[in-house]
C-alpha cells in the first residue's frame, strides 16, 4: 500500500512540475500562477519555489481538475502551432472575438475552472455557439 502512495505522490510531483513549466513558458506572472492553480487566496506567489523544487502541490480535486485544463490548453495549442512554442504565449495573452475582447488569460483568471474548460473547449472546437 505505500508503494501505490509512493506512486500517486511521485505522479503529482511530476503533474506539478509540468504545470508550472507550462506556465512559464506562457510568461504568466507568478500571482497569476498561484490563482490559476487554485491555490488559497492567502498563497504568496513565493511559495511556488517550493513547488518548483519538487513538492507536488496539494491532493485537491479543484487543482488537479486545473492541471488537467491547463495540460488540455498547453496539448491544444501546442497541436494547432506545432513550429512556434512562443505562439502559446502570445496566443494566452492576446486579446480576441472570441473571448469578448479578453485574453484566454483573462477569461481564464476571471471565471477559474469554468473559464479554463471554455479555453479548452474553443481551442479544441467543442465551444458552444
Not at 504568466?28 to 513565493?46: E, M
Not at 512562443?86 to 469554468?114: A, E, H
Request: aromatic share 6%; glycine share 8%.
Amino acid at each position: 500500500m505505500d508503494t501505490i502512495h509512493n506512486i500517486e505522490e511521485q505522479r503529482r510531483i511530476d503533474l506539478t512540475r509540468t504545470a508550472l513549466e507550462i506556465l512559464d513558458e506562457w510568461g504568466i506572472k507568478p500571482d497569476h500562477q498561484v490563482v490559476l492553480l487554485g491555490l488559497p487566496q492567502d498563497t504568496r506567489p513565493r511559495a511556488l519555489a517550493k513547488y518548483r523544487k519538487g513538492s507536488a502541490l496539494p491532493d485537491e480535486e479543484g487543482i488537479l481538475l486545473r492541471i488537467h485544463y491547463l495540460l488540455g490548453i498547453h496539448k491544444a495549442v501546442c497541436s494547432l502551432f506545432p513550429h512556434n512554442h512562443m505562439v502559446g504565449q502570445y496566443w494566452i495573452t492576446t486579446p480576441t472575438r472570441s473571448f469578448g475582447g479578453k485574453s484566454p488569460l483573462d477569461i481564464m483568471l476571471r471565471n477559474g475552472i469554468s473559464g479554463m474548460q471554455r479555453v479548452q473547449d474553443h481551442l479544441n472546437g467543442t465551444a458552444d455557439w
